[in-house]
T-cell receptor, first 111, second 114 residues
Framework: KNEVEQSPQNLTAQEGEFITINCSYSVGISALHWLQQHPGGGIVSLFMLSSGKKKHGRLIATINIQEKHSSLHITASHPRDSAVYIC?????????????FGQGTRLTINP | ETGVTQTPRHLVMGMTNKKSLKCEQHLGHNAMYWYKQSAKKPLELMFVYSLEERVENNSVPSRFSPECPNSSHLFLHLHTLQPEDSALYLC?????????????FGNGTRLTVT
């Protein structure tokens, strides 16, 4: 079992819908990252958080350290949000820069 | 422009070929990484360089050989690869001294081994 599990693995929704992607992890962490990967392959960092909640535009990321769980929300979803969303954690016991990645959630937003 | 540039974007090579992947970062970072992304699998860390010294090698076969001549450039030399090495190879950089410095990724090289 991977140390980082994402759900769902695939998600298809209509434009305008509210989207939630979940990430659960099994180790103590210093930080959690949400990343976005478009079909071309490049990966963009969306959020890095260690507690609470962060918001950027239509994207919101939350984390509950006690429950070892994070969610990424997209409000008023748009076809350009279609991408793979990846959760990654930096374990406390690992080297300072080592991330453990989830398998990704493929999101498709239809017009 | 991501700040991290990878070339080539696509590469097809035979099992007896020798090729190199190149990564260049313009962000002033002092740590660079090679990741492998295979279909339906999480990103796998291959190598980490900090201040031009290799600090991590995740049991990667010797047919993959990294080189970091300076803090801005990173290469991955490939020789006698296998078809199962076909994947997306991603380069990333960060600021090593900053404990929670985010990673900045390139667009990747899509490698196909025939």
């Amino acid at each position: 079992k991977n140390e980082v599990e994402q759900s769902p693995q695939n998600l298809t929704a209509q434009e305008g819908e509210f989207i939630t992607i979940n990430c659960s992890y099994s180790v103590g962490i210093s930080a959690l990252h949400w990343l976005q990967q478009h079909p071309g392959g490049g990966i963009v960092s969306l959020f890095m958080l260690s507690s609470g909640k962060k918001k950027h535009g239509r994207l919101i990321a939350t984390i509950n350290i006690q429950e070892k769980h994070s969610s990424l929300h997209i409000t008023a979803s748009h076809p350009r949000d279609s991408a793979v969303y990846i959760c990654a954690v930096r374990p406390l016991i690992q080297g300072a820069q080592k991330l453990v990645f989830g398998q990704g959630t493929r999101l498709t937003i239809n017009p | 422009e991501t700040g991290v540039t990878q070339t080539p974007r696509h590469l097809v090579m035979g099992m007896t070929n020798k090729k190199s992947l190149k990564c260049e970062q313009h962000l002033g970072h002092n740590a660079m990484y090679w990741y492998k992304q295979s279909a339906k699998k999480p990103l796998e860390l291959m190598f980490v360089y900090s201040l031009e010294e290799r600090v991590e090698n995740n049991s990667v076969p010797s047919r993959f050989s990294p080189e970091c001549p300076n803090s801005s450039h990173l290469f991955l030399h490939l020789h006698t690869l296998q078809p199962e090495d076909s994947a997306l190879y991603l380069c990333a950089s960060s600021q090593w001294s900053s404990y929670n410095s985010p990673l900045h990724f390139g667009n990747g090289t899509r490698l196909t081994v025939t």
